[in-house]
């Protein structure tokens, strides 16, 4: 399978590389199980780093189910279900007992603008430490890839939850 991919400029190569991919899987150009080449070989081919494809691939295009990788044989487009537009509401959310908590809090422990909802941490850690300590109580469950970022894992785990691999 001939893959036609044009790389222009150097900047928002990640992106190129995604909008034509999905414009040739959604036009049919791209048909359900055909095989992608190898993130390496297209990164060589396109002059882009192996990062900017998998990124790409794997992360992008795969979390939105439109390509599957099947280990040890390649990544391949899949064969995607009708889509429908589903809105998510605060009670699908795992955290919706403990969000409905913090917005009961008296108002004088809102923000007083909306201009500015940035928290800035001192690094990953810090800024998943906060996370769990707002949205997380003893008991819940956190669904985590197997391998996982393991201080994380650890720190879910101290906090009470039950870390399961997903």
């Known amino acids: 399978m001939e893959l036609h991919v044009i790389i222009t400029g150097r900047k928002d190569l990640a992106d190129q590389l995604y909008r034509q991919l999905r414009d040739a899987i959604d036009s049919g150009r791209l048909v359900a199980g055909a095989q992608l080449p190898p993130s390496r070989l297209l990164a060589k081919q396109l002059g882009v780093s192996r990062k900017t494809v998998s990124d790409t691939y ?7 189910g439109l390509l599957i990788g099947k ?14 537009e589903r809105l998510q509401t605060a009670t699908d959310l795992a955290c919706a007992a403990s969000l409905a908590t913090w917005q009961a809090l008296p ?5 007083p603008t909306r201009d500015s909802d940035i928290v800035v941490t001192n690094g990953a850690q810090q800024a998943l430490d906060l996370i769990a300590r707002v949205v997380l109580e003893p008991g ?3 669904a985590m ?4 970022y393991s201080p994380a894992r650890q720190l879910f785990t101290a906090m009470g939850a039950r870390v399961v691999a997903w």
């Open 107 to 111: 108002s004088s422990m809102h923000h």
């Open 58 to 64: 794997y992360a992008t295009l795969t979390y939105e």
């Open 71 to 84: 280990t040890g044989r390649g990544t391949f487009v899949n064969t995607r279900a009708p889509h429908t």
């Open 140 to 142: 819940a469950i956190v």
């Open 145 to 148: 890839e197997d391998p996982g």
